[in-house]
């Protein structure tokens, strides 16, 4: 079942419905984009190909796939799973799909946008049935005005003014960001982190202009996670995507370890 979530034309000034027929993305104004041989759409614009930003790389991508294999995100998944029934989900910042994927396999109709191309490759070979585009979300959202009821940002870009645009009237938005104690264990002796505080008060200035907080929530808890698993998740993070800040499985052994997601609902 293709989305039946209607897409927008990324060229700069044009923004009318993108229509995918066969093997082609295309809009009113003839502009087109042809689905690549691993069967994804890239939207990207030259000016974005030429950006510092390319998403995150292939090995970051297949460790946080490997986190997701070994059930890391499942309790995010299971807090997130009743509350969107049924709806239409943008997920902006998707990485390798398994928050949409879900919500797809559980009734959701979905897009799922990333600037990573490898990202939106592994997301299609899981879940091919939903609608992966590779996209720079800072430039705007591709899919047209007020046609979803759900915009999904875990741990990933923000745009509260695009995502009020993309949102039909009473539609949400399920900002999912790192709490506090995640991954504590790990992080320990890495210093400048920014306080609760601080996180918190940049959200809401940012949604506040054009969100109501309708509720806030942790999912927080502790798994035991094995060696490998550990160096997948610190490799996920922004530090641990760095080469100089690589953590290797030797002399360490399986231990309890903090998850922790803080959930924002803007309505
Ligand atoms: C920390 S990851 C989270 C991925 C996914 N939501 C998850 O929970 O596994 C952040 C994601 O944002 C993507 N990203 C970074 N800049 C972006 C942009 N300008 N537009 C779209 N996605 C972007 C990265 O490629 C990466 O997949
Ligand atoms: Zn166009």
Redesign the pocket.
């Known amino acids: 079942m293709p989305s039946a979530i209607p897409l927008r034309c990324t060229v700069r000034g044009c923004g009318r419905e993108l229509v995918i027929e066969g093997s082609q993305a295309r809009c009113a104004a003839k502009h087109s984009f042809d689905r690549s041989r691993r069967g994804i759409f890239n939207l990207l614009q030259p000016q974005d190909k030429a950006s510092a ?1 390319p ?2 790389s292939r090995e970051v ?1 297949e460790a ?1 796939r490997r986190t ?1 294999d070994a059930g890391w ?1 499942e309790p995010l998944r299971d807090a997130l799973v009743p509350r969107v029934v049924d709806q239409d989900v943008l ?6 799909g ?2 949409l994927g879900s919500l797809v396999a559980a009734g959701c109709r979905g897009v799922g ?4 191309t490898p ?1 939106i490759e592994l997301a299609h070979r899981r879940w091919p049935k939903v609608q992966w585009l590779v ?4 430039r705007g959202l591709p899919v047209v005005t007020e046609s979803v009821d759900v915009v999904l940002s ?4 923000r745009q509260p003014e695009e995502f009020r645009r993309v949102l039909r009237p009473g539609g949400r938005v399920f900002l999912v960001v790192a709490g506090d104690e995640d991954l504590c264990e790990l992080r320990e002796g890495v210093l400048g982190r920014s306080t609760a505080k601080d996180r918190a008060s940049a959200i809401v200035q940012a949604f506040e202009p054009y969100f109501a907080l309708q509720e806030r929530f942790s999912v927080r808890g502790q798994r035991i996670a094995e060696p490998d698993v550990q160096v997948d998740l610190w490799a ?1 993070t ?1 530090r641990g995507a760095r080469a100089t800040q690589h953590m290797t499985a030797d002399r360490l052994l399986p231990r309890p370890i903090t998850f922790d997601w803080e959930v924002w609902v803007w309505a």
């Open positions: 930003n998403g995150d991508v946080r997701v995100v997920d902006v910042g998707c990485g390798e398994f928050v946008v990333d600037l990573s990202a996209v720079n979300a800072d875990v741990t990933a870009r996920g922004y």
